[in-house]
């Protein structure tokens, strides 16, 4: 038995961490960043890190989409 997430596992964990902090973006819109985020790791040599990573990069889109609305 294998305790690895599959990719889809991860980016649906980072996009739920996501919306709970950006109440004000819609899910579908965390979504997107995330998997694009996600998808533009995803080939490289980071596979342990993916996660935080994914998270980290989504974060900073999610901050610059905010203050391009506001």
Not at 5 to 28: F, G, I, W, Y
Not at 46 to 65: F, G, H, M, N, Q
Request: net charge positive; no cysteine; hydrophobic share 40%.
């Amino acid at each position: 038995m294998t305790t690895e997430l599959s990719d889809q596992e991860v980016m649906n964990q980072v996009a739920e961490k996501l919306s709970e902090k950006n109440t004000d973006v819609p899910r579908t819109v965390i979504n997107d960043v995330v998997r694009e985020e996600y998808l533009a790791l995803a080939g490289r040599p980071v596979r342990d890190y993916l996660s935080v990573l994914t998270e980290r990069a989504a974060k900073k889109r999610l901050k610059k989409l905010a203050k391009a609305a506001a």
